[in-house]
């Protein structure tokens, strides 16, 4: 598990295999924020575990299965530990995926669900303060299919996460761009995607290899791959 700790600010991959289930928790104290809800998500969040009280909202970066496909199941955790607030559910404005598993959850439960989601739609360069995390998106280059021509791009974001004790950002899928080098460069920790693995430059607007990951993560104070094994997505 990819982690690192400053602290009271906290990072952990809980899952990180692309094309299967992506999930990324931070703590700040006794809060928590999760980005991405692969599957498996809700999981590994009951197995920490993290009190569903202490959720401070799930981020989703873009709306591919491994980042999205477990929304049904935390929500079904949430109910299950008697979650009493709404949960901020952040999602790009094109999500039909992570929007569709919070209608099939509240469709198939009606009124027994008990648990409230709060929808919001993130904008680039707008910051979403969610307890102690303000969350600022910011576009990034990601195309929906491999076989997609570059340029041809998805909504998909990376964020920038500030927190008392320090900036993270989370590139999400993208390949490289000017913008997350400038984002890298003023963060604590960079979370930076390596999904092409160790092979040549991945085509554009794709994903990351290893040495462009690193090159990357490198512009911030400590940087942490993520999101390795094969997928195109």
Do not use: C, K
């Amino acid at each position: 598990m990819t982690g690192w700790l400053r602290g009271d600010l906290e990072l952990a991959v809980l899952s990180g295999h692309g094309g299967v289930s992506i999930a990324v928790l931070i703590r700040q104290a006794r809060r928590f924020l999760l980005v991405d809800a692969g599957d498996g998500a809700a999981r590994d969040l009951a197995a920490l575990p993290v009190p569903v009280d202490s959720l401070e909202g799930i981020v989703v970066t873009h709306d591919h299965g491994d980042h999205a496909a477990g929304i049904p199941a935390l929500l079904w955790w949430l109910r299950l530990g008697r979650r009493r607030d709404p949960v901020p559910l952040l999602f790009p404005a094109a999500a039909p995926l992570a929007r569709g598993g919070v209608a099939l959850f509240l469709e198939a439960l009606g009124e027994r669900a008990r648990v409230t989601p709060e929808l919001r739609t993130l904008a680039a360069d707008r910051t979403e303060r969610l307890g102690p995390f303000a969350v600022t998106p910011f576009p990034a280059r990601h195309r929906r299919a491999s076989s997609d021509p570059p340029g041809e791009l998805m909504e998909a974001y990376g964020l920038r996460i500030d927190a008392p004790g320090g900036r993270i950002i989370v590139s999400g899928d993208t390949g490289p761009h000017a913008r997350l080098e400038r984002e890298a460069a003023a963060a604590d920790l960079a979370l930076v995607e390596a999904a092409a693995g160790n092979g040549p430059a991945s085509p554009a607007d794709s994903h990351l290899n290893r040495a462009e990951a690193e090159r990357i993560g490198r512009l911030a104070r400590e940087y942490r791959l993520y999101h390795g094994g094969p997928g195109p997505a």
